[in-house]
């Protein structure tokens, strides 16, 4: 995978998108990235509190869509 550097602009569609439920994986294809370069991205634009929240929220949405 190349490495480079994310656009402002890049790292807040991820947020966007990271916040609207949007598979990790899925994002990481559509900016040539890893996931564990999405997660660091997001992780970095919210406080502790916010990503724990977020990673709690999305934990229980996808358990909710997986039994169904």
Request: with cysteine.
């Given at each position: 995978?190349?490495?480079r550097r994310l656009t402002k602009i890049q790292k807040n569609e991820i947020l966007?998108?990271?916040q609207a439920g949007e598979n990790t994986n899925?994002?990481?294809e559509k900016y040539r990235c890893s996931s564990n370069t999405i997660n660091r991205t997001v992780?970095?634009?919210l406080s502790d509190n916010e990503?724990?929240?977020?990673k709690k929220?999305?934990?229980?949405?996808?358990?909710k869509n997986s039994n169904h």
């Amino acid at each position: 995978m190349i490495s480079r550097r994310l656009t402002k602009i890049q790292k807040n569609e991820i947020l966007e998108a990271y916040q609207a439920g949007e598979n990790t994986n899925r994002l990481a294809e559509k900016y040539r990235c890893s996931s564990n370069t999405i997660n660091r991205t997001v992780k970095t634009l919210l406080s502790d509190n916010e990503y724990k929240l977020l990673k709690k929220e999305r934990l229980k949405s996808n358990n909710k869509n997986s039994n169904h």
